[in-house]
């Protein structure tokens, strides 16, 4: 069993200080003291993962720290606790035992081929036919059997190791790539986001190429949740997700970056063509019509869009700050619209 690192490290006097102020906090945001919500805000309080909290404190700046809009960033906690234990010891153990299992076949080997040789020496001094097959069975032969079948025990010793190892190699791989997926969608969360916006500057960086990035948020999402039910609310979201999908091309990345916020990067493209990108998504949004069984009438949603342009040097944050300022402007001004940083 290999061991586990402790998440919280904090000792009692600051334990007591931080549960003094999430307590402060589900008052200050009328929620129920659940595990969940205690969770989240001792997470956000304790700076435990400074970018999950980040997201935690942007939803109460925005005041839309609810029960539906929380349980996804529950998930994701969960998620990545679960990525903070992987069996790493396993691995290590199990290399070192392959490590082991390789001295001592080197060793025994060494001492198997210097017995061979010296009988070869012997076999070299034989006269006769028969003194020869007896030096053969009784001094030649025993040596070689033991090296083979020491290789071969230790071939199968290897071949278990790499099998158990490449097993735990398999659920590392999958393990990570929950804790970057959203579950929900299937699409990259914000810790997956984080790396696609690193990887994609990196590339405009390199190859001088442009990159632009479109913030998407639902307008009033909570009153279709209030109104239709969550399960029709998650249904909306992935319909978004499909919808990124479909409308960008191989080399753009899209992901759901908590609630009802996305984001889309745009590589090698103009600021113009990615506003008119952005406004066609927007408009295929808006034209979308569900029929939702008990209600009379149809559920039709909108969203509104930003726009920000990379510039040589700065840093991702950077590139969203000003997307964010932008989609905030086309909030102010009606929601339902795309708006660009040069209108900032």
Sequence with gaps: MSKTTCRYTDNIQQAKQITSQVL??????????????????????????????DELANLIKH????????????????????????????????????????????????QHHQVLMDNIACLQACQTHDEIMHCLNQNILPPIRKITNNTQTLQQQ????????????????????????????????????NELANEHIKTAQSEGTSLCMVLLDLDHFKSINDTYG??????????????????????DAIARLGGEEFVILLSDISYKNALNISEKIRKRIASKVLSVKGHALPLQFTSSFGVSQYKAGETTDQLFDRADQALYLAKQNGRNQTCGEHQL
């Design 63 to 110: 005041h839309d720290y609810t029960d539906e809009s929380v349980r996804p960033l529950f998930r994701e906690l969960l998620k990545r606790i679960i990525n903070q234990h992987l069996p790493t010891d396993e691995v290590s153990q199990l290399i070192h035992e392959v490590l082991e299992h390789l001295e001592s076949w080197s060793s025994e080997s060494e």
């Design 158 to 193: 290897i071949n278990d190791s790499a099998q158990i190892i490449k097993k735990l190699k398999s659920e590392l791989e999958h393990v990570t790539a929950l804790a970057k997926t959203d579950s929900l969608t299937g699409i990259p969360n914000r810790r997956g986001f």
């Design 230 to 251: 969550h399960l029709v609310g998650d249904s909306v979201l992935r319909y978004i997700a499909r919808t990124l999908h479909s409308e960008t091309k191989g080399h």
């Design 24 to 53: 402060q906090r589900l008052n200050e945001l009328d929620v129920p003291s659940t595990p969940v919500h205690f969770t989240l805000l001792y997470e956000m309080v304790s700076q435990t993962d400074p970018e999950f909290a």
